[in-house]
């Protein structure tokens, strides 16, 4: 393993040059479609355990969960609501989701650090267009306190970026109040 970088993009400049330098594969999330249908299995088990949910609140990266369940829950159902949540210190996936096109930020501010992207691919803002139906953004203090709640009562520790689903449902509890909602908790990337 060699870690390169001190940024989402940073590291994943660093992996391309060590691709080229070795001969290796470079594989990037939200770029390769077989992630996205990996994501999409953990959709298919919920489903597959007799979970219909109304309301999906999927944290969104470079878009390869986001993705995936959608394209699962979309089949199953295509009434259910996607909504992709970023956090507010890295806004750019929503932003780009809002205008209908790629959105730079140029920087991100957040302990997500597995959901803080600066610029979202093409390719990742054209499948969010045709399969998410709306964009929330949780900020810092949410994303913290899903995460002491999670280690909490679940006994799980979970990174920001996993809880950001339960960030959203915390931030806005109104807004689902009725709903089955469904939201992965993934990620052990937590720091102290």
Known sequence: VEVGGDSYEDAIDAARRYAER???RFVQDGRDPHIAAGAGTIAHEVTE???RPDVALVPVGNSALILGIAVWLKHVDPKVRVV???AEGAPAPA???RERRVVSTGT???SADGIAVAEP???AVAG???LVDDMVLVGEDSLRTAARLIGAELGLLVEPAG???VAALLAAPGRYAGAEVFTPLCGGHLTP
Request: one cysteine or more.
């Open 84 to 86: 992709g949540v970023c």
């Open 128 to 130: 969010m267009l045709e």
């Open 163 to 165: 809880v950001a689903g």
């Open 22 to 24: 070795t001969g290796h």
């Open 95 to 97: 932003l780009s989701w």
């Open 108 to 110: 991100v501010r957040t």
């Open 121 to 123: 691919f093409e390719e």
């Open 49 to 51: 355990a007799g979970v």
